[in-house]
């Protein structure tokens, strides 16, 4: 049996659409002396890093390498992971078997992404099969538009639930300074008016029906580190660190066509296996608050099916019950999620270093509970529908 | 940093015109699926004899059952629409660096005969009728290369 493990610091960066002011190594260390900070420790502390972003889509690779100076690497031990959207989730995973193996004591996760050097959906398309899958894939947004075509059709959901997602989490992203999205505009409108405004105005364009500009994740500039550290220091660290309480990935198929559109197994069977872990059994009641990995708004009905917060077609009277707004009882991405900020590297790291700050009760105007959290779930997602999950908790587990 | 430096302009270099092509192996099983239609405009897929999942294209081992597969089945050129889209933004296709012409229909089809869907173009003249269920056939390219592009699109049908 390994090592227990906790998070005990986070940092990212002001996740913006474009920051000319810096490159790819400044851009890391930002985030990097930020979790330092947070952990009140230095860099000579670190003993391992992990680092991720999808190399392909700055055009520059071995970012373990060339990264360096920013990472605070300079001859350390260093792993470089390259997932598409679970890059963050998949350090973190890392950076958690790192220490769990009893090898390393303090270990830094970097995730971090500039998309804006890059023609995202091209990078994206390049990550499917050459052969069988291109050129009609239209990247992310294709993909995810015919995942929403097969869960209307079953459940008769319709354009206004997937704009109900997207407005929770843009009014959710208002309390987050470092988000990229911030429509102040929303703010002097009833929920239902914005909704309705979403669904029928010309501006908000039709990308790939029924997926709008507003059902869709930006693309964003940014990083984000989170370090992990054994149970030997942890609470010496961080007087209320986030424990690591069980962590699970999934995978299924290589081609898209394989995929069962019915249902997010990939998710359902991590969910189920971390759930299995920490003994629970009421997903709904027991988890308080996620940091869910939904790239598009219709994922966020969908897929909590596939976690098992609700039955098959019961997401959307879930999310339109309030549930999963900031004082609902099963508070979902309190930091504006993914659909607000999306630097593709860093993105999923962003959901554990959130999720950690909710169980630490150091997330600010974005605190759910009154800071009393004791189980934050968090996701990470890829395209071909793998999934990591990682549950937090404020216990330290048996 | 003065007031000064903050204003300085921030600039960034461009990658130009540079390309790099590629060249990737279709396979054994894969090119044979590939020449089937390129020389008799058929659909071939390959079965499991464990699970009895028939997938297409074809590939050597079975995912669920990790054994590998010999067995090929033809499969029709009709099928259903598993799940769809009409593609309305803009996007350079990476493998060709052209745009892509939009809206374009796309949809996995389940062809009558395989277990699995194949994603391809379909023909989006009525938008309306591309839904999920739908019944759609093959239309394949006078000129064939052997390339998944010898498949011009699916056309809808009933």
Known sequence: ?398 | MTQNSEQQELLTVNSGEAFQPFNWSVGKYGSKFLAEIRDNQRFIGIKCSKCGRVYVPPRKICGRCYVEMDEFVPVSTEGEIGVCAIIQFGFIDPSTGHQEPVPYGYAFIKLDGADTYLPYYIDSTDPEKVKVGARVKAVFEEKRSGTMLDIKHFVLID
């Open chain 1, 1 to 398: 049996m390994g090592k227990r493990v906790a998070i005990v610091g986070f940092g990212q960066t002001y996740q913006r659409s474009s920051r000319k002011d810096v490159n790819g190594p400044e851009l890391i260390n930002e985030a990097v002396r930020t979790a330092l900070e947070d952990a009140g420790l230095t860099i000579k502390d670190i003993d391992a890093i992990v680092i991720g972003n999808m190399d392909h889509f700055e055009g520059v690779n071995y970012v373990d390498s060339w990264s360096v100076e920013g990472s605070g690497g300079v001859m350390k031990p260093i792993f470089k992971l390259t997932t598409g959207g679970t890059t963050g989730s998949t350090v973190a995973m890392a950076g958690y078997y790192h220490v769990a193996s009893g090898i390393f004591d303090r270990v830094l996760a970097i995730g971090w992404e500039k998309n804006s050097e890059s023609d995202t959906t091209g990078a994206i398309v390049t990550a499917f099969n050459p052969v069988w899958e291109r050129p009609r894939f239209g990247g992310a947004i294709a993909g995810l538009a015919v995942e929403a075509s097969k869960y209307m059709h079953n459940y008769n959901v319709t354009e206004r639930d997937g704009a109900r997602v997207a407005v929770r989490e843009r009014l959710h992203a208002l309390n987050n300074p470092y988000s990229h999205l911030h429509q102040e505009w929303m703010k002097s409108m009833e929920i239902e008016q914005i909704v309705d405004l979403l669904v029928s105005s010309e501006e908000n364009q039709m990308l790939a029906y029924p997926l709008r500009m507003s059902d869709m994740c930006p693309r964003t500039d940014g990083a984000a580190a989170v370090i992990f550290a054994s149970e030997d220091i942890a609470e010496k660290i961080a007087p209320r660190p986030a424990w690591v309480v069980s962590t699970h990935n999934r995978h299924n198929y290589s081609l898209l066509g394989d995929i069962d559109w019915d249902n997010n197994d990939t998710l359902e069977g991590a969910s189920k296996a971390v759930f299995k872990d920490a003994g629970i059994k009421e997903p709904l009641k027991e988890i308080d608050v996620c940091e869910l990995y939904l790239p598009y708004s219709y994922a966020g009905l969908k897929w909590m099916e596939s976690i098992g917060f609700c039955g098959p077609g019961e997401g959307p009277k879930l999310v339109w019950d309030g549930v999963t707004d900031m004082d609902g009882e099963l508070p979902v991405n309190p930091s504006g999620g993914v659909m607000s900020s999306n630097p593709i590297g860093a993105t999923a790291l962003l959901r554990v270093g959130e999720g950690a700050l909710q169980v630490m009760g150091k997330a600010k105007d974005r605190q759910v509970k009154g800071g009393d959290v004791n189980y934050a779930f968090t996701t990470g997602f890829g395209g071909c529908n793998w999934a990591d999950v990682m549950l937090l908790g404020k216990k330290k587990p048996s």
